[in-house]
T-cell receptor, first 117, second 113 residues
Framework: GAVVSQHPSWVICKSGTSVKIECRSL??????MFWYRQFPKQSLMLMAT?????????EQGVEKDKFLINHASLTLSTLTVTSAHPEDSSFYIC?????????????FGPGTRLTVL | GENVEQHPSTLSVQEGDSAVIKCTYS??????FPWYKQELGKRPQLIID?????GEKKDQRIAVTLNKTAKHFSLHITETQPEDSAVYFC????????????FGSGTKLNVKP
């Protein structure tokens, strides 16, 4: 159980275009989803926390107008990188947490490698 | 906010030896500490976790210890095998912070056969 999928697994786009990444919890309802960014050989950096039906909470230094997050249902959250530039190239990973007590664990998606040319 | 520091950044051990990775945290309210294993290009996988109401937890060759007073926790892997080679991340969080995970910088473990 507790499977999280992410789509696409990789994407290459031209500078200036927008890219949407989907994160789905397949066998549980995720009241909270998280988006991380990971540079090569570095740790996971939390970008934002999204709760179903409400606006995402962004970490300091993350541009909310550039990284649009939508959590429309209990099983789907999307991250849209708007007007992407080469510096946005990175590995983006989502995670999902079940609701309820004693459900601290986050389950990670397989990640999306974004390359902006 | 929470600050998690992890040491060492790289660790090489001989197959069969033990490996220890240490993390410290700054927020005394943190009460949940998971450890993740990440192989190259893959998703982080939870390998063990501990809550602040216990001092030690063990699962076969893996154990985690927690010292709340000193605000540090450690991952112990015994009888290491080549397939244990990966990057290991510790994290800290607490429910009053919406369970946001703050990760350590990672430890690249290399188990030499």
């Amino acid at each position: 159980g507790a499977v999280v999928s992410q789509h696409p697994s990789w994407v290459i786009c031209k500078s200036g275009t927008s890219v949407k990444i989907e994160c789905r919890s397949l066998d549980f309802q995720a009241t909270t989803m998280f988006w991380y960014r990971q540079f090569p050989k570095q740790s996971l950096m939390l970008m934002a926390t999204s709760n179903e039906g409400s606006k995402a909470t962004y970490e300091q230094g993350v541009e909310k107008d550039k990284f649009l997050i939508n959590h429309a249902s209990l099983t789907l959250s999307t991250l849209t990188v708007t007007s992407a530039h080469p510096e946005d190239s990175s590995f983006y990973i989502c995670s999902a947490r079940e609701g309820g007590l004693n459900t601290d664990t986050q389950y990670f998606g397989p990640g999306t490698r974004l390359t902006v040319l | 906010g929470e600050n998690v520091e992890q040491h060492p950044s790289t660790l090489s051990v001989q197959e069969g030896d033990s490996a220890v990775i240490k993390c410290t945290y700054s927020d005394s309210a943190s009460n949940y500490f998971p450890w993740y294993k990440q192989e190259l290009g893959k998703r982080p996988q939870l390998i063990i976790d501990i809550r602040s109401n216990v001092g030690e937890k063990k699962d076969q060759r893996i154990a985690v210890t927690l010292n709340k007073t000193a605000k540090h926790f450690s991952l112990h892997i015994t009888e290491t095998q080549p397939e244990d080679s990966a990057v290991y991340f510790c994290a800290a969080t607490h429910i009053y912070n919406f369970n946001k995970f703050y990760f350590g910088s990672g430890t690249k473990l290399n188990v030499k056969p």
